[in-house]
């Protein structure tokens, strides 16, 4: 098992920043490429960022894509989500989860933390 909490969200304006964390116990956290997913109310669950297991990959929605970061640090048991000129349309539940299949990362999920952008 692996356990993953975020941590990082909350209330802010258009244009500000924002960086997420999710620390992971359990398993060998170098194991696993890592994801962020978002949620926005009434939509469907979508991938935000991924990165493998040593960082050398990393994709992202084309949404975010200029704007949101993906960084891991295997030493520290933790992946980050760097979110820059944040949009009211980046308002959602952030979700960080972990995969041993760097293009089907669904075997882990954290809580989620509330992303909330303001115009």
């Known amino acids: 098992q692996v356990q993953l909490v975020e941590s990082g969200g909350g209330l802010v304006q258009a244009g500000d920043s924002l960086r997420l964390s999710c620390a992971a116990s359990?398993?060998?956290?170098?194991?696993?490429?890592m994801g962020w997913f978002r949620q926005a109310p009434g939509k469907e669950r979508e991938l935000v960022a991924a990165?493998?297991?040593?960082?050398?990959?990393?994709s992202y929605a084309t949404s975010v894509r200029g704007r949101f970061t993906i960084s891991r640090d295997n030493a520290k048991n933790t992946v980050y989500l760097q979110m820059n000129s944040l949009k009211p349309e980046d308002t959602a539940v952030y979700y960080c989860?972990?995969?041993?299949?760097?293009?089907?990362?669904?075997?882990?999920w954290g809580q989620g933390t509330q992303v909330t952008v303001s115009s």
């Open positions: 989860a972990a995969g041993t299949v760097f293009n089907n990362i669904n075997d882990y």
């Open positions: 990165i493998s297991i040593y960082g050398t990959s990393k």
């Open positions: 359990g398993r060998t956290f170098s194991n696993y490429a």
